[in-house]
């Protein structure tokens, strides 16, 4: 860094890093979280206090000052930044709590405050606030269709992990932000590199030193743990560039594990017997943390195993045609709170269920039903509905019911929700070259038109290949289940092979 003053002192100084002019970092920005300037008051501005530190008397630069001067650079240069934050989180957040309320905080990272309200009412009207979201996500300029808004908070409650797939540049990775800014939460960006091999990035490891370096996800679950009253969201960005059952089995099998609490739903300690100090050993996956994976398929990719896809609502983007765009519709409205208790479901498992009413007994015997005849037709090829996904399904039409209105397409059309959810839940584990596959997707596309039999799915084969390709059947009775599993078939009859995952 230079001054714009001549500085008459020689020191010595440690070499951290030498910038290129273009990535020279302006002091502007970081003054205001220089402790050491604090130390002249009677200068009106950052810039002179700075001045008169330099000018009057060598100062030995304060730890935090250091450290605050060192994230910077260290982030320009997209270096390890592990060490640093474990300074920080240490060092200043212990500082803070021990400070006068009165007395301006220290922090190595300065976060915009938002405006949104951290405790809302207790009247929490789901509808009217789905709505909102929907509502200020089009306000932004940001193009999904209403029901995959609306899916997406559906699913996140029915269970806090959702798969987001589709062609790259449809806005997976922006939704989950756009969300968290629209109902007062928080969500954290972990790019997923193809040398995931274990759970080392995610849980975190023990350095040859024998310290313990906590992963990305696992200080993720903590930073949710420490802020209870607001949603975390933690997106493993291209989460199949590396194989999920490497390096999220743990959390995974955690997830499948949760129990109830005060607050809602939450899992034991992530690292389990893992030997490891406070206060890493303790972090679990609040009730207020929900996982999302980013999925792009493509050669570099890994498939993912059923396993994985049994715990997930995959959410399939890109189904809008390119002529559907919008400019920003003036300021977007400010964000309100959710509260923790809207983002838990009702029961994890349809056994757990308690004050059915009469029309929630309704739509979960539709669904059941209705997945008694599909598991009919996928069992023979080795694709049976097992009792996670069938209450995972029911309990996610039961959740869609209390926002009915937000299922719907861009021009008002109304959505399904059970056609979403098997869209989600089902299509994604088919996969392979069989004749039993093909006669299974046969069926289930006979079934999902409305129709039993499967030799008219013949004739909706060549509906769809006159259509050109399209998102779904308008006379279906699940619509886009319908439209997948004719790309299926199409794909299986051209090339011997199919699968959910082929665009």
Request: hydrophobic share 45%.
């Amino acid at each position: 860094m230079l001054l714009d003053k001549p500085a008459p002192h020689r020191v010595r100084v440690r070499h951290l890093a030498l910038l290129p002019e273009d990535d020279w970092i302006p002091l502007a920005p970081l003054l205001d979280d220089l402790t050491v300037l604090r130390e002249y008051p009677q200068f009106e501005t950052p810039e002179q206090r700075f001045a008169a530190v330099a000018r009057r008397i060598v100062h030995e630069v304060p730890a935090v000052d250091g450290k605050v001067l060192e994230f910077t650079i260290h982030a320009r240069q997209a270096a390890p930044l592990g060490p640093i934050l474990d300074f920080v989180e240490r060092y200043v957040r212990e500082k803070e709590e021990a400070r006068d309320t009165d007395e301006v905080p220290v922090s190595s990272v300065r976060e915009t405050p938002a405006s949104y309200r951290l405790r809302p009412s207790k009247d929490f009207d789901r509808a009217v606030a789905t709505e909102a979201v929907i509502a200020k996500i089009a306000a932004q300029g940001f193009v999904y269709p209403p029901w995959l808004v609306a899916a997406y908070l559906t699913a996140l409650r029915t269970k806090p992990f959702a798969l987001l797939t589709g062609p790259t540049g449809v806005g997976k990775s922006a939704l989950p932000r756009l969300v968290a800014e629209a109902t007062g939460g928080t969500a954290t960006l972990l790019p997923v590199h193809p040398d995931w091999t274990d759970a080392a990035e995610t849980l975190g490891y023990t350095d040859l030193a024998g310290r313990f370096r906590p992963g990305g996800l696992l200080r993720a679950a903590r930073a949710a743990m420490e802020d209870p009253i607001r949603h975390h969201v933690a997106v493993l960005d291209e989460m199949n560039l590396a194989r999920p059952e490497h390096y999220l089995a743990d959390v995974l099998s955690r997830l499948e594990a949760r129990y109830p609490t005060p607050r809602g739903y939450a899992t034991a300690p992530l690292l389990g017997v893992i030997d490891v100090a406070a206060p890493w050993a303790d972090v679990s996956l609040p009730p207020n943390l929900s996982l999302v994976g980013t999925v792009n398929v493509d050669e570099s990719t890994y498939p993912f195993s059923r396993k994985v896809l049994d715990r997930a609502f995959v959410l399939p983007f890109g189904t809008e045609p390119l002529t559907a765009w919008t400019t920003r519709a003036g300021k977007p409205p400010a964000p309100e709170a959710w509260p923790v208790h809207a983002w838990q479901p009702r029961a994890l498992r349809l056994a757990g269920l308690v004050d059915l009413s009469d029309d929630d007994q309704q739509r979960i015997q539709r669904v059941v039903g209705l997945l008694a005849e599909a598991d009919g037709l996928l069992r023979p090829a080795g694709f049976a509905v097992g009792y996670r996904s069938r209450d995972e399904i029911a309990l996610f039409v039961l959740h869609a019911g209390e926002t009915p209105e937000a299922f719907r397409l861009a021009d008002g059309t109304p959505v399904d929700p059970l056609d979403v959810a098997l869209l989600a839940k089902l299509l994604p584990r088919l996969a392979g070259g069989s004749r039993a596959l093909r006669d299974a997707l046969a069926g289930l596309l006979a079934w999902s038109v409305g129709d039993t039999a499967a030799d008219e799915a013949e004739t909706l084969l060549d509906t769809y290949a006159e259509a050109g390709r399209p998102s779904r059947f308008p006379v279906a009775r699940f619509p886009s289940t319908a439209a997948r599993l004719a790309r299926m078939l199409a794909r299986l009859d051209g090339e011997s092979y199919a699968s959910f995952w082929d665009d």
